[in-house]
């Protein structure tokens, strides 16, 4: 699997990027709001705003960039398959190898998503509106790590699971994927569309770090709809 292992990091790293891109704003806007460093609100917004896009540029451009160099094996996700002869034992070797380095990224992951929490709850018993700020921006950190630990070796393993047509890479299951992924691109840009109708529409605050709560609400929603969704054309198959 040389190709999916060479592109994990780069695809655990685009996506923490994605995680971590309002961090300049939100840590702008709380610099703003203490005094400090003679940062005014309009200074704050407008180079917080830029990081964001300049950090999302360089996650898309990184999935893109991966995305091309995968685009001759996306038949293993479609089309059903036939291994020469050695090769499913082979690759069921490797990832049983692989299993303890997947379950102890996992683990760190899981940590890391349950500890996030701690800054704001730490936050709010003290009560200043610049700690508030600042644990939005340690939340989305601890994130990030973790998201990046779930990528990287998830890549891996659904590599893996692809040539051995296991796991969510079964022949009923590849149909089922390619309807999710569609539901996965119109989702999240109903989410983006509300978050910046929220944060910039004509009822907006034009304060991001108000409107974070958008992506928190979405990620639940979506983990819930695609379970949901899963269970639906399984049942109706």
């Known amino acids: 699997m040389p190709r999916p292992k060479a592109n994990a990091p780069r695809l655990a790293l685009a996506t923490a990027l994605c995680v971590v891109s309002p961090i300049p704003l939100l840590a702008l806007r709380a610099l703003s709001e203490a005094g400090l460093f003679g ?56 990832r049983d190898a692989f299993a303890p380095q997947y379950d ?12 996030s929490a701690v800054p704001v709850f730490a936050a709010m018993m003290v009560g200043a509106s610049f700690l508030a700020s600042a644990s939005i921006c340690l939340v989305l950190a601890l994130v990030a790590c973790g998201v990046y630990a779930f990528v990287r070796v998830g890549t891996v393993r659904d590599a893996m699971d692809q040539l051995l047509e296991e796991g969510d890479y079964t022949r009923p299951n590849k149909a089922i994927k390619s309807r999710i992924n569609a539901l996965t691109a119109a989702y999240w840009l109903v989410v983006v569309a509300i978050f910046l109708w929220y ?4 009822q907006g605050n034009g304060q991001p770090q108000y409107s974070w709560f958008i992506w928190a609400i979405g990620g639940v929603v979506y983990a819930a709809l695609v379970i949901a969704v899963k269970a639906f054309m399984k049942k109706n198959r």
């Not at 990081?51 to 996700?77: D, G, N, P």
């Not at 102890?104 to 500890?115: D, E, M, P, S, Y």
């Open 104 to 115: 102890k990224a996992n683990i760190l992951g899981t940590v890391l998503c349950v500890l």
């Open 199 to 202: 944060t910039f529409g004509p």
């Open 39 to 94: 940062i005014w609100d309009d200074l704050a917004g407008g180079i917080g705003l830029i990081a964001l896009l300049v950090i999302i540029a360089a996650a898309v451009a990184i999935f893109m960039q991966c995305s091309a160099s995968m685009r001759a094996y996306e038949f293993l996700q479609k089309q059903a398959i036939e291994t020469e002869y050695g090769v499913t034992g082979l690759a069921k070797e490797r």
